[in-house]
């Protein structure tokens, strides 16, 4: 290269700053979704527990059965599977 370049073209300017744009912005989004996951992961036990509680007081009310979460029928359990739970 001889001949000394002060700037380069307006054409290329243009697509290095789409390529650093897109990389930043993918950079920006990843961070966005490991925040959203981290906040997922840490509900999740609270989300459990409150399954738990809610269970234990359809015990309760209804004592040891099977409930279809489809349609809400209830389904007594053989006293032999019962042990194993």
Known sequence: M????EKITDE???ELQRHVNTIN????????LES???TLVNAIP??????KEF???MEEEY???SINIQDGTVQEIPE???ANT
């Open 12 to 14: 290329q300017l243009e």
């Open 46 to 51: 609270q989300l459990q527990k409150g399954l």
């Open 80 to 82: 032999d599977e019962q």
């Open 2 to 5: 001889n001949k000394k370049v």
């Open 36 to 38: 959203q996951k981290h």
């Open 25 to 32: 912005n993918a950079q920006l989004q990843l961070g966005q």
């Open 63 to 65: 004592g040891k059965v």
């Open 55 to 57: 269970q234990d007081k």
